[in-house]
């Protein structure tokens, strides 16, 4: 029922900046939780960030004080910051939304890939 779509991933250099956007089909008001993971090659996905709907936020140590979640629910979006990106933050970034139903449901982007240079 919902989609959601990612986009805003790129090549930059260590110590640039980011944003990723997570647009979702349909109205995202009632949710439960939604967020960031990521995976690198080889590796399992990874926790990044998430945002409550009474808009509390959670980080992992590796990426607390550089990244921040946001949304805008008028624009049904999800928006990932990152700054201070080093090159162990490459990987493939994919947000998720836990709906507000019952049962819940979760829905996961296609995912947008993010690559740093050292």
Do not use: H
């Not at 944003?19 to 990874?46: D, H, T």
Request: hydrophobic share 30%.
């Amino acid at each position: 029922q919902v989609q959601l779509v990612e986009s805003g991933g790129g090549l930059v250099q260590a110590g640039g900046s980011l944003r990723l956007s997570c647009v979702a089909s349909g109205s995202i008001r009632s949710y439960n939780s939604m967020g960031w993971y990521r995976q690198a090659p080889g590796k399992q996905r990874e926790f990044v960030a998430s945002l409550s709907s009474a808009d509390t936020t959670n980080y992992p140590g590796s990426v607390k004080g550089r990244f921040t979640i946001s949304r805008d629910n008028a624009k049904n979006t999800v928006y990932l910051q990152m700054n201070s990106l080093k090159p162990e933050d490459t990987a493939v970034y994919y947000c998720y939304i836990v709906c507000r139903t019952w049962p819940p449901l979760d829905y996961w982007g296609q995912g947008t890939q993010v690559t740093v240079s050292s």
